[in-house]
């Protein structure tokens, strides 16, 4: 069984940088398509970022588009969440998610839907003052 270890979160003033981690453990997620989604306060968990399994298609919210950025290292066993000039309406839990179920053969797809996604990390705070 795959699972998802986040790490990166913390405190930053808006306008600052933040990268965040997913790692897994029992398996690598160069298997898996994986994505972050977030969620606020009082807020439905929304979808920030994904990554096709061969990490070849990538696809952001429009609230983060060229601001935020994920990414796979070259052995593709960590995924990555680069979060540049942030604002105080990203604060929220971050959580890392991995489809290994219904494999993607191709690896090009990516998925937007939280229901897609079958293992999920504990989440990271991110909190960015004003």
């Known amino acids: 069984q795959v699972q998802l270890v986040e790490s990166g979160g913390g405190l930053v003033q808006a306008g600052g940088s933040l990268r965040l981690s997913c790692a897994a453990s029992?398996?690598?997620?160069?298997?898996?398509?994986t994505a972050w989604f977030r969620q606020a306060p009082e807020k439905e968990r929304e979808f920030v970022a994904a990554?096709?399994?061969?990490?070849?298609?990538?696809h952001a919210a429009d609230s983060v588009r060229g601001r935020f950025t994920i990414s796979r290292d070259t052995a593709k066993t960590t995924v990555y969440l680069q979060m540049n000039s942030l604002k105080p309406e990203d604060t929220a839990v971050y959580y890392c998610?991995?489809?290994?179920?219904?494999?993607?053969?191709?690896?090009?797809?990516?998925?937007?839907?939280?229901?897609?996604?079958?293992?999920w990390g504990q989440g990271t705070q991110v909190t960015v003052s004003s």
């Open positions: 990554i096709s399994r061969s990490g070849e298609s990538t």
């Open positions: 998610a991995a489809r290994t179920r219904n494999i993607d053969y191709s690896g090009t797809r990516y998925y937007t839907d939280s229901s897609q996604y079958d293992v």
């Open positions: 029992g398996r690598s997620l160069s298997n898996y398509a």
